[in-house]
């Protein structure tokens, strides 16, 4: 069984900058795409980014390109994603995302490529 524990969340100004991390458990980490997703109130969870199981390669949704950045730890089972430059726009419930499969895709950008979600972290940019 996997769980993922997303931190880092909070009310920031437009401009500034937070750093949200997301902690993986109960099984093997490395070999697992994971992504970054967010869901404002009565909006569709729309995808964010993602990285690949090597941690070689990364996607991004274009709004954030140049602004978000997502790495990985995987010595530390952990995947992180710096969000500077933030806009009111990026308010949103972000969650962190694991691959149900080893080796799969290894840049997954939609909801149905992952099987693992942590619970969410509440992001609010002021303006």
């Known amino acids: 069984q996997v769980r993922l524990a997303e931190s880092g969340g909070g009310l920031v100004q437009a401009g500034g900058s937070l750093r949200l991390s997301c902690a993986a458990s109960?099984?093997?980490?490395?070999?697992?795409?994971m992504g970054w997703f967010r869901q404002a109130p009565g909006k569709e969870r729309e995808f964010v980014a993602t990285?690949?199981?090597?941690?070689?390669?990364?996607y991004y949704q274009d709004s954030v390109k140049g602004r978000f950045t997502i790495s990985r730890d995987n010595a530390k089972k952990t995947v992180y994603l710096q969000m500077n430059s933030l806009k009111p726009e990026d308010t949103a419930v972000y969650y962190c995302?694991?691959?149900?499969?080893?080796?799969?895709?290894?840049?997954?950008?939609?909801?149905?490529?992952?099987?693992?979600w942590g619970q969410g972290t509440q992001v609010t940019v002021s303006s």
């Open positions: 995302a694991a691959e149900g499969s080893p080796y799969g895709a290894p840049l997954p950008a939609t909801t149905a490529e992952y099987d693992y």
């Open positions: 109960g099984r093997t980490f490395s070999t697992y795409a």
């Open positions: 990285i690949s199981w090597t941690g070689g390669s990364t």
